[in-house]
């Protein structure tokens, strides 16, 4: 009877031990999930990445490597990179590339067709004139800008889907996925933080975001639409989102100014020049990031009434248009999550 009584006692006494160190620990927040930021340089741009799940640290460096190993493969500076190659080849021979290579490219080509060859792949010798945001960026002489537009054509590129390989029709042709490529990155980003299991993510790649699920505190991840007309960190707006990309292509990213003019990085193939449409930014949001980042630029150089209609007939697809003179337009899918906070813009409802 007495050894039964110690060993109830004994047992009572262990539970109890064990309750108060569940307690303590829930607690003390040490079975809160771990939250892990790491900022980086990769694919020409800063990298932010947060994420929140056991295996953050882990995640977060895999998707460190993944970006570089995109940007080996996709820089048109590197001279070892698969686009290069294609570009040292243009006119001559196919090369074959990577399935990374060939599906941004195909990606490439589809915006192209969908926005009327204002987003185009081949735009490289164009965008290479410019040098916007190098050492190198002037206004190039008229008939460099024409010499150069003659060989800006993305129906020169041929895919060919049996033997894997990419070639330009042209000598001289050159491609620049720096249009689309980061969109691409992103998608990666976000598959490699759901393979470890990561349900709450906020990639940044320069400026081109995934929200991967919602906030910790379960509420939507808040993404702030930057004022074109200021420096980094002043938003015009905030758009409630769970994963979704947002991207944003702005003329105050990469720009230089001459003679109380502004020169930026979007080039519009069928003028030559930095493309003078009324839009300063256009803002893409989707399901997947490749989509946002080539639609974004191109949409840029349509101007309103054209990318209004297109982004509207594409399912799934929203965008938020900021003209020269401080109106906001949008398509009716963001309606709902998009607030303006910054009272010098106008809502324009079409
Ligand atoms: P960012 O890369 O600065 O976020 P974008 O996604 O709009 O912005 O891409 C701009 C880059 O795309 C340029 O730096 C250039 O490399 C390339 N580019 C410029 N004009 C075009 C164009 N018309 N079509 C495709 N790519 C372009
Ligand atoms: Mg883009």
């Known amino acids: 009877m007495i050894i039964i009584?110690?060993?109830?006692?004994?047992?009572?006494?262990?539970?109890?031990?064990?309750?108060?160190?569940?307690?303590?620990?829930?607690?003390?927040?040490?079975y809160e999930k771990h939250e892990y930021i790491k900022s980086s340089y990769a694919l020409g741009t800063l990298i932010n990445l947060r994420a929140i799940g056991r295996n953050a640290e882990k995640a977060v460096d895999e998707v460190l490597e993944r970006l570089n190993d995109i940007d080996d493969k996709m820089s048109a500076f590197k001279e070892e990179s698969e686009i290069s190659k294609i570009t040292v080849s243009a006119g001559n021979k196919a090369e074959r590339v990577s399935d990374d290579t060939y599906f941004v490219i195909k990606k490439a080509l589809e915006y192209s067709k969908i926005l009327e060859g204002t987003f185009d792949p081949t735009i490289r010798p164009l965008v290479k004139l410019w040098s916007i945001g190098t050492k190198e960026e002037k206004i190039p002489e008229e008939a460099e800008i024409r010499t150069a537009m003659e060989i800006v054509n993305y129906?020169?590129?041929?895919?060919?889907?049996?033997?894997?390989?990419?070639?330009?029709?042209?000598?001289?042709?050159?491609?620049?996925?720096?249009?689309?490529?980061?969109?691409?990155?992103?998608?990666?980003?976000?598959?490699?933080?759901?393979?470890?299991?990561?349900?709450?993510?906020?990639?940044?790649?320069?400026?081109?975001?995934?929200?991967?699920?919602?906030?910790?505190?379960?509420?939507?991840?808040?993404?702030?639409?930057?004022n074109p007309f200021n420096s980094r960190g002043d938003f015009l707006g905030i758009l409630d989102v769970e994963n979704k990309s947002i991207v944003t292509s702005g003329n105050y990213e990469r720009y230089f100014m001459k003679d109380?003019?502004?020169?930026?990085?979007?080039?519009?193939?069928?003028?030559?020049?930095?493309?003078?449409?009324?839009?300063?930014?256009?803002?893409?949001?989707?399901?997947?990031?490749?989509?946002?980042?080539?639609?974004?630029?191109?949409?840029?150089?349509?101007?309103?009434?054209?990318a209004l209609n297109i982004i509207e007939a594409i399912r799934g697809v929203d965008a938020i248009l900021v003209t020269e003179d401080k109106k906001v337009y949008m398509t009716s899918g963001v309606k709902e999550i998009f607030m303006l906070t910054n009272e010098e813009f106008a809502l324009i409802h079409k």
């Open 155 to 226: 129906k020169d590129v041929v895919l060919d889907e049996d033997k894997h390989s990419i070639m330009l029709k042209q000598k001289k042709q050159a491609l620049d996925v720096g249009g689309i490529a980061k969109g691409f990155a992103a998608d990666e980003a976000r598959d490699i933080f759901l393979k470890h299991k990561i349900k709450s993510a906020l990639i940044d790649l320069g400026g081109n975001i995934f929200a991967l699920g919602c906030k910790q505190d379960k509420t939507p991840w808040k993404v702030g639409i930057q």
């Open 260 to 306: 109380g003019k502004r020169f930026h990085h979007i080039i519009d193939p069928k003028t030559g020049y930095p493309s003078e449409s009324k839009i300063i930014s256009a803002t893409i949001i989707s399901d997947n990031s490749i989509d946002g980042d080539g639609l974004s630029t191109g949409v840029y150089i349509l101007g309103v009434d054209k």
């Open 5 to 30: 009584d110690i060993t109830s006692i004994l047992l009572i006494m262990f539970s109890a031990v064990i309750l108060f160190i569940l307690i303590s620990v829930f607690i003390t927040g040490k």
